[in-house]
């Protein structure tokens, strides 16, 4: 949360003149309703099943950059599944720089919206601790704080 996925994948499939394919909007167009709204609804089970299935039976162009969730690479197979069929990145930043980029849209994020900078950072840290093990298996990582699409080609291909 806040390191840039979407704003990068965005920025990368631009450059490399890719589709974007950002998983948390497939499972909104196929559900109907916004991430927060399905997860309150369904529960969490419910929902990484349901992001199971969308990222690994989505019909993917040949070469595209796909966006996912935070938790994606920590359930079932995913990870796996991603390093398979792709070159997965962690774009890895310190909880407290985190915290920074996340403070403007607190407001609009459930699980932060109550808790001040220091919760902020006790929560991320807590995150960080529990999913970097699967972050920790992607392909590339790489320091989101001077990221550039030019600079995860050049990573890429080294």
């Not at 599944?81 to 996340?102: D, E, Q, V």
């Not at 001040?116 to 840290?125: L, M, P, R, T, Y």
Request: net charge negative; with cysteine.
């Amino acid at each position: 949360m806040g390191c840039g996925k979407t704003t990068m994948g965005r920025k990368l499939s631009k450059y490399l003149d890719a589709q974007l394919i950002d998983l948390d909007h497939e499972i909104e167009k196929v559900t109907g309703m916004v991430i927060s709204e399905y997860f309150s609804l369904h529960g969490e089970a419910a929902f990484r099943e349901l992001e199971k299935k969308t990222l690994q039976n989505y019909d993917y162009a040949e070469h595209c950059v796909i966006a996912t969730g935070g938790g994606t690479p920590c359930f079932f197979d995913n990870m796996q599944w991603m390093n398979a069929n792709g070159h997965t990145i962690y774009i890895r930043m310190s909880p407290k720089a985190l915290a920074g980029r996340l403070e403007k849209g607190r407001a609009k994020r459930p699980l932060l919206k109550d808790l001040d900078e220091q919760g902020v950072i006790n929560f991320i840290e807590n995150k960080l601790e529990e999913r970097d093990p699967y972050y920790l298996q992607a392909f590339l990582i790489l320091d989101g704080h001077h990221l550039t699409p030019e600079l995860i080609v050049q990573n890429l291909n080294s």
